[in-house]
């Protein structure tokens, strides 16, 4: 589990921050605190699809289950066999 939490982690800084000083944890709020958008949700979703070899139904892919990492490690080990 941490080590999902820290690649989700990684991929956020190096994706969706602009100054690389900013701290992030597994609690911010990536999509309520604007940090993650719409259109990068999808392209986060796509990494942990490649990344897990899993594949993350759209119903369950909602803001919600993407607003922190924590949420999203959650999401991503319900379809990691």
Do not use: Q
């Given at each position: 589990?941490?080590?999902?939490?820290?690649a989700v982690l990684e991929y956020v800084?190096?994706?969706?921050?602009e100054d690389e000083d900013e701290e992030i944890t597994?609690?911010?709020?990536?999509?309520?605190g604007?940090?993650?958008?719409s259109f990068s949700m999808?392209?986060?979703k796509r990494f942990l699809e490649t990344k897990y070899s899993i594949s993350i139904p759209?119903?369950?892919?909602?803001p919600e289950a993407f607003d922190?990492?924590?949420?999203?490690?959650?999401?991503?080990?319900?379809?990691?066999?």
């Open positions: 589990m941490e080590d999902i939490k820290a800084k190096e994706e969706y921050l597994y609690e911010t709020p990536l999509i309520s604007g940090i993650v958008d999808v392209s986060l759209d119903e369950k892919a909602t922190s990492v924590n949420k999203i490690a959650d999401l991503v080990k319900e379809f990691v066999g």
